[in-house]
C-alpha cells in the first residue's frame, strides 16, 4: 500500500474519514462509533458539547481525549459572524490554545445552509487572530477560492443538506472547487451511506466528514465500519485511475491473440 497521509495545516493523518459526536444514543455509542471508523479528527460542536464548561456534568474528552484525537471544534448553530467567532475563541480558551478549528455559520435553521457572507466575514477575523481554519461553505467554487485566498487550511463543500442524507447531488461543482483551490477539499454534510463516501473519494476530494450518517444508521458501530473501508477504496480506486467509459463499445475482458480457432466442416 502506498504511503497516501491526508495533510492538513502541516499534520498528516492516515485516515481521511472525518466524524462528528452528536445524535448518538450515549457516550458508550459514541465512543465505540468513533474507534471503528478509524477517524483521526473528530469534531466537537461548542455549543451543544460539554469539554469542560459545565464541571457537573460528562465531559466528551473523558471519552475522546486529546491525545488520541484531533479534536475539531465547530461553530454549527452559529448564524452571524460574531457568534462564531466568539464561540471559537471560547474553544480555544477551553483547549488550551487549540487553533485548528471548523467554521461554519449558517443561513437559516430550516436548511442549515451556509450564509457565505458571514462566513467570510468570520474566516477573515479568525484568521487574523492566528486560527487555523476548516471552513464548510456552499459548492461554489468562487466562493470556494476567496476562502482559500483569505487562508482557510481546507474547503469542505456541502454535497447536499446537512442531515439530509441526500448524498452528492452536484459533483460537477465539487471538481470545479478541486481545479481552483490547492487546500484539502473535504466534503462535508449530506452523506447518507457507504457508496457516497466512496462517490466522493473516486471525485478526488481528499477527506469526507459526516456524523448523521452514522450516528442515525440502525447500526451505528457498524455503519461507522462500512464508512472507513468506503472512504479508502474510494481513494484507492481514484489513485489507480478508472478506466475511461466507452459509450455504445464493447471491450473483451479476455485477450483475443491465440484463441483456439473452430474447426471448420
Not at 466537537?44 to 469539554?51: C, D, E, G, L, T
Not at 467509459?245 to 483456439?260: E, N
Request: hydrophobic share 45%; glycine share 8%.
Amino acid at each position: 500500500m502506498i504511503q497516501d497521509n491526508l495533510i492538513i495545516a502541516g499534520k498528516s493523518y492516515s485516515s481521511r474519514l472525518l466524524v462528528g459526536t452528536g445524535k448518538y444514543r450515549d457516550f458508550a455509542e459514541t465512543q465505540a462509533a468513533i474507534e471503528a471508523s478509524g477517524a483521526e479528527i473528530i469534531t466537537i460542536a461548542i455549543r451543544r458539547s460539554n469539554i469542560g464548561q459545565n464541571p457537573n456534568e460528562p465531559n466528551l474528552l473523558d471519552i475522546l481525549p486529546p491525545s488520541k484525537y484531533t479534536l475539531l471544534p465547530n461553530t454549527a448553530g452559529c448564524y452571524s459572524a460574531d457568534d462564531a467567532v466568539r464561540t471559537l475563541r471560547l474553544a480555544r480558551e477551553l483547549l488550551d490554545g487549540h487553533s485548528l478549528v471548523k467554521l461554519e455559520v449558517l443561513g437559516d435553521p430550516q436548511s442549515l445552509y451556509p450564509n457565505v457572507v458571514e462566513t467570510i466575514a468570520a474566516a477573515k477575523t479568525l484568521v487574523k487572530d492566528g486560527f487555523q481554519v476548516m471552513v464548510y461553505t456552499s459548492d461554489d467554487p468562487i466562493i470556494a477560492k476567496q476562502l482559500e485566498d483569505i487562508g482557510c487550511v481546507a474547503i469542505m463543500p456541502l454535497a447536499s443538506l446537512i442531515g439530509s442524507g441526500m448524498g452528492i447531488l452536484n459533483p460537477w461543482n465539487l471538481q470545479l472547487i478541486m481545479e481552483r483551490v490547492q487546500v484539502p477539499v473535504i466534503v462535508d454534510a449530506g452523506v447518507g451511506t457507504a457508496s457516497d463516501a466512496a462517490i466522493a473519494m473516486e471525485l478526488g476530494c481528499h477527506g469526507v466528514l459526516m456524523n448523521t450518517a452514522i450516528a442515525a444508521a440502525q447500526k451505528p458501530v457498524l455503519m461507522a465500519s462500512a464508512m472507513k473501508l468506503a472512504v479508502d477504496a474510494g481513494r484507492a480506486a481514484y489513485l489507480a485511475g478508472r478506466m475511461p467509459k466507452k459509450l455504445y463499445s464493447a471491450s473483451p475482458s479476455s485477450p483475443t491473440a491465440g484463441i483456439i480457432a473452430s474447426a471448420k466442416s
